[in-house]
């Protein structure tokens, strides 16, 4: 029987399989090949009807290690423009993370009713993302969400306090996912999500709720080359092989298209700022060392 991995803790996966939700254990031989189940993996399992076996696990799409997901088809990036107001280099650097895996991304412009976030959606608004301001408490934006959503699995982040678990609770009321209180004081929230599950709303859709922002640690991923990353900001793409240099590193070289294109307001100067920061810390890495 073919099912999705929904939930996995402690030893024990939850599979969702025609309407109905089977505990299973994993047969000795994926320890022995070194493979781990994860939420969102396509798997074969045996069941009595009540509990069941993992036999199987279909080959993925995609992956993350932390939080550890795979198979998801749009990241789901949260942000807020009031307590706690979201960096957007923390949005950049999750988004550079799901372009390497080959994952489309939303930007979730949440909490409207208390501000419209409109620098984060003047940043947004010139990559190429899909972006959408969403309230749960006025429910603006819930039936765009939806519909952009459908079909497919999607997994929520965000920096803690910018309303995931509300989002999603406004979606679907049955999920009753624990909301925390942000505190004025420090600007931010109670972390309330201890792990990865994936919600089926039927009709092929499943979402997942994620841990914050400090779970998609860039040092747990796929390394990305400083080579690579020219390519992992979308609105890059239409500047590149058009610099002077053909080993543009788009930092400060004479003649780069694409810091003409953030002189000339295309791309937004906050982009090629995470860029930059990203470009640094990628230049650490060893290619020899993988």
């Known amino acids: 029987m073919r099912g999705v991995i929904t939930k996995a803790i402690s030893g024990f996966y939850y599979v969702s399989s025609n309407g109905q939700s089977y505990e299973c254990r994993a047969r000795g031989k994926f320890r022995l090949d070194g493979l781990s189940p994860l939420v969102g993996d396509n798997v074969e399992i045996e069941t ?10 279909y080959p993925r799409r995609n992956h993350f290690i932390r939080p550890a997901v795979a198979n998801v088809d749009v990241l789901i ?33 949440n909490k409207t009713d208390l501000d419209p976030g409109n620098r984060l959606y003047d940043i947004y608004s010139k990559t190429g993302y899909r972006v959408i301001r969403t309230s749960a408490e006025t429910g603006e934006g819930k039936d765009e969400l939806l519909d952009y959503i459908r079909g497919k699995t999607c997994a929520f982040t965000g920096n803690s306090g910018v309303g995931k678990s509300s989002i999603l609770n406004s979606i679907a009321p049955s999920f009753s996912l624990k909301v925390g209180d942000v505190s004025e004081k420090l600007g931010r929230g109670r972390h309330t999500t201890r792990h990865v599950e994936l919600f089926d709303l039927g009709g092929g859709t499943y ?3 994620t841990p914050g922002f400090a779970s998609f640690d860039f040092e747990k991923t796929e390394p990305i080359f400083k080579e690579e990353l020219q390519k992992l900001f979308r609105e890059f793409r239409p500047f590149l092989g058009r610099c002077r240099f053909a080993d543009c590193a788009h930092i400060k070289e004479p003649g780069c298209a694409v810091l003409e294109a953030v002189d000339a307001g295309v791309i937004d100067p906050s982009r090629h700022q995470s860029y930059v920061r990203l470009y640094e810390q990628a230049s650490k890495l060893k290619k020899w060392e993988y």
Do not use: Q, Y
């Open 48 to 57: 009595d009807g009540v509990k069941g076996v993992l036999v199987s696990v």
């Open 77 to 109: 990036i949260m942000a807020s423009g009031v307590i706690p107001v979201t960096d957007p280099f923390l949005i950049d650097r999750v988004a550079a993370i799901a372009e390497h895996a080959g994952c489309d991304v939303l930007i979730c412009i």
């Open 207 to 209: 979402i997942a709720d």
